[in-house]
């Protein structure tokens, strides 16, 4: 028996010293000048408009992820084309690339100098990197796998029966979808959302190579993170650090709530 | 199948294309100068340091939280999957607060090597526990009760019962830990100091080529990075199905 408490020790210790005890003194560092300092600096403009632009971000790569991430959950399971083993190969692609490189690759893509396209977008008077479009088309790059892997195991789950069921009543292909398939798999889509929410809030890399990291124009929350870091002010990067940490608690609560239905489907 | 080309197919395509745009002599200059090679050595060898720890680690933490019991478990099994929710520049400056300058306990580990390994290890604590959590689960007990009433002792039994069923979860979570490890840019940037030589990773130093505009050097090695993490996953990928095989 004393093995087993051993075993619990050291684990719980491994956990305390990596996880819990850093993570703990962030929130210590962030009120060390009193709770009215981290407020204040996490209400100055460029810290609002920091995190006003994660939320854009959010609100972009979210939906257009998870749309595809359905469909092409949907192509990969229940249809039959050649590429299918390809395609389910591939969307897995952005979790083997650093983020660094999805940063590069955007740049290589639509800068104006260096890309490919980019010429072409800034004769319409669209500028993509340097700005809003190429840090959302970057963060869409790095969280786009997570709605497809929560869902393609459900769909394998719930089998084709109620779908051929509702086509037999005649039900229409979108029909089946909206009343039979969704409601399916909506935990799935659920967990996979929360997932790329997460995955949205706290991209770094990409962001910090697409932005070109303009304070209080092309400034995310994580990237003001840094910056007020570098700059020295540590109560400003500690506070908007525990506002990114209570964001990532709630997506772990949400984690926590979704998994149990997910299983019951 | 177009979202995907365009979102992310295109884009690493013309990585590839880049780094060979001055032909392949540049390519393998570029991959070749001591401070690439110094950071591509130092990113593969704190992976490696960094996985294996965590195959232990990891194995060991998903042991305690399905054979243990002890109040407070659920929070502590919600908490492993913290590293994957918390942005990656908060988690750096999270091992900063506590092993840096400032730190309260008097353990200063930023700007060395072991800081890299530090902010590794965090970012990829979730892979193998959460790889062999739900074997662990499954796990029939009756065979290592038949084992124990044969007279094996506890580590024979491990030795010879557990592991074995386990070795394809914490291969392939292994696996998962070592491709994200080589990739890994955000928890380094502030702990480690990037010094060039002794603490700069690889993804760093694609950062750093970027920013004094040398693209192409830049996507040399990113092609290199990619690589790899591509047989990585494929090798990891075979070793575990052989692994499961084995047991069968």
Request: net charge neutral; charged share 15%.
């Amino acid at each position: 028996m004393r093995s087993k408490y051993a075993l619990r020790f050291l684990a719980l210790g491994y956990l305390a010293l990596l996880l819990g005890i850093p993570v703990a003194l962030v929130f210590v560092n962030a009120f060390q000048d009193g709770v009215g300092a981290a407020w204040a600096a996490v209400t100055t403009p460029e810290a609002q408009h920091a995190f006003y632009l994660t939320l854009v971000m959010v609100a972009v790569a979210v939906p257009l992820n998870t749309i595809f991430g359905v469909l092409c959950a949907l192509a990969v399971v229940r249809q039959r084309f050649r590429g299918r083993a390809l395609l389910n190969a591939l969307v897995d692609l952005p979790f083997a690339v650093s983020p660094v490189v999805v940063g590069l690759a955007m740049l290589l893509v639509y800068g104006r100098r260096d890309g490919w396209v980019g010429d072409w977008f800034a004769d319409q008077g669209i500028q993509i990197i340097f700005s809003t479009p190429g840090m959302i088309l970057a963060t869409m790059f790095v969280s786009l796998p997570f709605v497809v892997r929560e869902v393609i195991p459900v769909l394998r789950e719930i089998g084709t029966e109620q779908e051929q069921a509702a086509a037999t009543l005649g039900a229409g292909s979108l029909q089946t979808f909206f009343r039979v398939t969704l409601p399916a798999i909506r935990w799935g889509v659920a967990y996979g959302v929360v997932l790329t929410t997460a995955r949205a809030l706290g991209e770094f890399g990409a962001v910090s190579i697409v932005s070109g990291k303009l304070s209080g124009q092309t400034e995310t929350a994580t990237l003001f993170v840094e910056n007020r870091f570098q700059r020295f002010d540590e109560t400003g990067a500690y506070a908007a650090s525990v506002v990114l940490a209570l964001l990532a608690l709630v997506t772990l609560l949400a984690m926590n709530l979704i998994k149990p239905k997910e299983a019951q489907g | 199948m177009s979202y995907l080309s365009i979102v992310a197919l295109i884009p690493l395509a013309a990585v590839v294309v880049k780094s060979l745009d001055n032909g392949a002599d540049s390519f393998w200059n570029a991959i070749s100068s001591p401070q690439a090679v110094a950071a591509l050595k130092l990113t593969l060898i704190a992976s490696v340091v960094v996985v294996v720890i965590n195959a232990i680690a990891g194995t060991l933490v998903a042991w305690v939280l399905v054979r243990d019991d002890f109040p407070g478990k659920g929070i502590v099994n919600s908490l492993i999957d913290l590293p994957f929710a918390l942005p990656t520049i908060v988690a750096g400056l999270t091992l900063l607060a506590f092993y840096g300058p400032d730190s309260p306990v008097g353990v200063n580990v930023a700007y060395t090597r072991v800081s890299v390994a530090m902010a590794l290890l965090f970012v990829t604590l979730p892979f193998v526990v959460r790889a062999v959590q739900p074997v662990l689960l499954e796990l029939d007990r009756e065979m290592e009760q038949a084992a124990e009433s044969l007279g094996a002792s506890r580590i024979t039994v491990f030795r010879r019962i557990i592991l074995p069923n386990l070795a394809p979860a914490i291969i392939a979570g292994a696996g998962l830990a070592f491709a994200r490890a080589i990739g890994e840019f955000g928890s380094l940037v502030l702990i480690t100091g990037n010094l060039p030589f002794k603490t700069e990773a690889a993804s760093y130093f694609i950062f750093s080529r970027v920013e004094s505009d040398d693209p192409a050097g830049a996507a040399a090695v990113s092609v290199v990075l990619l690589v790899v993490a591509l047989v990585v996953l494929l090798a990891f990928g075979w070793l575990s199905k052989k692994a499961l095989r084995h047991e069968e």
